[in-house]
């Protein structure tokens, strides 16, 4: 199994109404991801399928046990986007922290990473233009970019204290968020809808 890069956006739970799912399903067509089917028990499902099954279970509060059959798990999706060999989506519930959870996007690590700091100059700008439409979902706290061995992402409610978010190689933070922040080390593109794309400046693109 190759390692994967993470592309991760955060909800809070406190806004989890009965349709946040199909919200998202919206914006995830508006960005231009491509459904292509299910995995798993839920290959022969339709996008609204899974995300229908996936809101009941947010709304249980569902945390899957380590006994339990992966059947009961949140359903998982694959879509076709930007000339990706693979992009995977699912949601976790109470990540990264209670109170949260995640919608997080899985694409084949060397097809965005090269090495050290050094990443896929046409993979990332591919990357950064899907962040920016889905961070047009009013609920979106943040996005945040991970390789597989790193750590995880930051809470928004960290990051409100001035912690830095995970941005391996890029980051979205709202205005708000950003104004708190101490961003020297970052090259930084203002967005849409109060969004700030942070890029640490490290980064090479290539």
């Known amino acids: 199994m190759p390692a994967y890069f993470s592309l991760i956006m ?3 739970r406190a806004e989890l109404d009965f349709d946040n799912m199909k919200e998202l399903t919206a914006y995830i067509k508006h ?3 491509e459904f292509k089917g299910g995995t798993y028990h839920s290959a022969n499902d339709t996008l609204e ?3 229908e099954w996936n809101q009941k279970k947010l709304e249980e509060d569902f945390e899957l046990d380590y006994d339990e059959n992966a059947d009961n798990d949140y359903k998982q999706m694959c879509f076709s986007y930007g000339g990706f060999s693979e992009v995977r989506g699912f949601i976790m519930n109470e990540e990264p922290i209670r109170g949260e959870y995640i919608f997080t996007l899985l694409i084949p690590q060397e097809e965005v990473h090269a090495e050290g700091h050094t990443y896929r100059k046409e993979a990332v700008e591919k990357l950064k233009a899907l962040a920016a439409k889905l961070w047009i979902l009013p609920k979106t706290k943040t996005v945040q970019t991970e390789l597989e061995l790193g750590e995880d992402i930051v809470p928004e409610i960290d990051i409100k204290e001035g912690a830095e978010p995970s941005a391996c190689p890029f980051a979205i933070v709202s205005e708000k968020q950003f104004r708190r922040m101490d961003t020297s080390n970052y090259t930084v593109e203002h ?3 109060g969004g700030v794309i942070l ?3 490290d980064i090479k693109l290539v």
């Open 191 to 193: 967005i849409e809808y």
């Open 199 to 201: 890029i640490p400046k």
């Open 49 to 51: 399928d899974i995300m």
């Open 10 to 12: 955060e909800y809070s």
């Open 31 to 33: 960005a231009g991801l």
